[in-house]
């Protein structure tokens, strides 16, 4: 999930098949984070959180991964369908109050038939 | 239905011209957000408010301007000042106890 810049990331996927999703984050005192997803044209939608004393949070289809040795993030959606196909990006809170959120740039997701 | 509302969905203005993007939210949270979306950038602040009638600046405030007079409204606006103002605008709010901000659709202003 590096910013390269005008062009994002893509992870292209057959339908049915499992998709991981990375994020990269900077600061190692972040003590929460989110993935949202965008779908083309609307506003982000929460997806799933977890908290820097976590390792791993399960969802419905989604799982999320965190190691703090390496500051790395990861969505994985199970048996990805069509509806999956998005923009996926994560957020890292900064401070306690949550008011402090640094978003990284985002991976497209293209879900083939 | 709860939720945060923007508009318009897609704004046209003259170079110039100041405008001001709507953002209500009924969900009676306390934090409301502005952000600015750019092609494969992250979102990137520019306004946020925590209670009525304050706000602080963001990461890129500069050519913007914010009021926060009633809970649930958070408008923005660009002026002539911001040099590149044509973007994808999102509002936020978040309740305080919680972590999560929570987006609205989003309005695309176009400047030429």
């Known amino acids: 999930g590096e910013s390269v810049g005008l062009h994002l990331p893509t992870l292209s996927v057959q339908e049915g098949d499992n998709s991981i999703i990375n994020c990269a984050y900077s600061?190692?005192?972040?003590?929460?984070f989110i993935w949202y997803k965008q779908e083309s044209g609307k506003g982000p939608q929460f997806i799933i959180d977890i908290r820097s004393n976590m390792d791993k949070r399960q969802g419905q289809r989604v799982t999320v991964l965190l190691n703090k040795t390496v500051k790395h993030l990861s969505l994985q959606i199970a048996a990805t369908q069509p509806g999956d196909s998005a923009v996926y990006f994560c957020?890292?809170?900064?401070?306690?109050?949550?008011?402090?959120?640094?978003f990284g740039p985002g991976t497209r997701l293209s879900v083939l038939p | 239905d709860g939720g945060i509302t923007q508009s318009p969905k897609y704004l046209f203005r003259k170079e110039g011209q100041n405008v001001t993007l709507s953002c209500e939210q009924n969900l009676n949270h306390d934090a409301m957000y502005w952000y600015r979306q750019d092609p494969g950038q992250g979102l990137r602040l520019i306004y946020y408010s925590q209670i009525v009638n304050d706000f602080q600046k963001g990461d890129i405030a500069e050519g913007y301007s914010v009021s926060r007079e009633k809970k649930e409204s958070f408008p923005l606006t660009v002026t002539s000042a911001q040099k590149n103002p044509t973007a994808f605008y999102l509002c936020?709010?978040?309740?305080?106890?919680?972590?999560?901000?929570?987006f609205g659709p989003g309005t695309r202003l176009t400047v030429t």
């Open positions: 600061n190692s005192a972040s003590d929460y």
């Open positions: 936020a709010s978040r309740k305080d106890e919680r972590w999560e901000q929570y």
């Open positions: 957020a890292e809170i900064e401070d306690n109050y949550g008011q402090n959120f640094v």
